[in-house]
């Protein structure tokens, strides 16, 4: 008999509006469109990403899976709903080749907007189902113009505020994991969502 093995995996998709296409749904919307109101406006048919990207993989950071266990054990700690959820990218320095470290606590890139950009989840999101979890989270026009090479999902008490450092967020955040990959050079005008889903089996 084999022993129980806990597998945590994830894959972000990056799905990218470029600035002619956002043009374009502005002048459908009347304004800059939510994530919510692409994800309607892609589901009928309106529009469609103009690129989209698959990164898998994703490392569970040691504060992250504490915050697990500790929910499991009834310990208490912030929860990954809809008011505390966190999505962060970041520059990395412009490369992808150094791995991700359990011990970390932030993105590389974190301390400045122009390197770092940490927000909340779209309406709707989280969800969870057969031990999957997915959340999206949509960078606007003006916001996360860099190039992407790193990921996070995180949690944090309070307000949400987006912003460079992960610390400026909410009150006690905690990075739940973290990616280092190439995702793409995200400029102004443009609309990108990245889609995680993390799954526990």
């Not at 499991?72 to 470290?101: C, K, M, P, R």
């Not at 739940?176 to 990959?181: F, R």
Request: glycine letters at 14%; one cysteine or more; hydrophobic letters at 40%.
């Amino acid at each position: 008999m084999s022993d129980d093995v806990f597998a945590w995996s994830a894959v972000a998709e990056v799905r990218k509006y470029f600035a002619n296409t956002v043009q374009a749904m502005i002048a459908h919307v009347g304004r800059e469109p939510l994530g919510h109101e692409i994800e309607d406006l892609v589901a009928r048919g309106r529009f469609a990403p103009d690129e989209v990207h698959v990164e898998p993989g994703n490392l569970l950071t040691t504060a992250g899976l504490g915050r697990i266990t500790s929910l499991l054990e009834g310990n208490g700690g912030a929860v990954f709903n809809n008011a505390q959820a966190i999505i962060g990218v970041g520059y990395h320095g412009g490369t992808s080749t150094n791995d991700a470290a359990v011990t970390d606590t932030a993105l590389a890139g974190n301390g400045s907007t122009t390197t770092a950009y940490y927000q909340g989840a779209d309406s709707g999101y989280p969800t969870q189902t057969g031990g999957t979890l997915t959340v999206n989270s949509t960078f606007g026009i003006n916001n996360g113009n860099f190039g992407w090479f790193e990921w996070c999902l995180g949690i944090a008490t309070g307000t949400l505020t987006p912003g460079g450092t992960l610390a400026s967020v909410g009150t006690s955040p905690i990075m739940l994991n973290h990616k280092i990959a190439s995702l793409g050079t995200k400029a102004s005008g443009a609309i990108w969502t990245l889609a995680a889903t993390c799954t526990i089996s």
